[in-house]
């Protein structure tokens, strides 16, 4: 049952991504990128998968789209968007909202749109977890908008982060000391939220 239901939501996360409209060519390269690897990958949304696996992010706004919640990651020593690893499960939207409640405390969180917001290949260099060292790999990752109470208390999530923070929404992009994420990712996010 449980090898059905994980087919089941696999086909479902291939069709939304195929019907995902990309804003632009970053977003339409690492779309294709993203349908090979499910296509062909018997083990994608599993990161015993060596090269490349799935990972959903949050795009966390309050209610007034003023502002966005990142965590100051310690893997990246940088302020940065919430998420993490599909391990195993084909409803990203779950793994989004999941991981943004472990990793800042936050109880209050809905999605703005069960759509996909956004779609990005990211990098993820090689670094030590746990004692055991994991080799540079890929992210095929989707990214959701979520709405969260400002008025939740926040708490780190020390293992991963050392901090959880409000920032305005150009602030967030200053925050971010990992250029690559300020100009192609965080930037393009922005500018969807204010164009809802």
């Not at 779309?31 to 090979?36: G, N, P, Q, S, T």
Request: glycine content about 6%; hydrophobic content about 35%.
């Amino acid at each position: 049952m449980k090898q059905e239901n994980q087919e089941g939501q696999l086909k479902n996360l291939i069709r939304q991504i195929r019907q995902y409209k990309p804003c632009c060519f970053q977003e339409e390269e690492d779309r294709d990128v993203i349908l090979e690897a499910l296509l062909r990958e018997p083990d994608i949304l599993l990161r015993e998968n060596r090269l490349a696996h799935m990972s959903a992010s949050a795009w966390v706004v309050n209610r007034e789209r003023t502002k966005v919640l990142m965590a100051y990651h310690n893997l990246y020593d940088s302020w940065s968007w919430l998420g993490g690893h599909a391990d195993g499960e084909g409803n990203l939207l779950d793994v989004a909202l999941r991981e943004v409640r472990e990793e800042s405390g936050i109880v209050h969180v809905r999605p703005v749109s069960e759509e996909i917001f956004s779609l990005e290949v990211l990098t993820v260099d090689g670094h030590e977890k746990k004692g055991k060292y994991v080799s540079s790999h890929l992210h095929l990752n989707v990214t959701y908008l979520l709405e969260a109470d400002e008025a939740d208390p926040l708490q780190r999530k020390p293992d991963e982060n050392s901090g959880v923070a409000w920032f305005g929404l150009d602030e967030a992009v200053a925050a971010s000391s990992e250029p690559w994420f300020q100009e192609r990712i965080y930037r393009k996010l922005n500018k969807k939220v204010r164009a809802l």
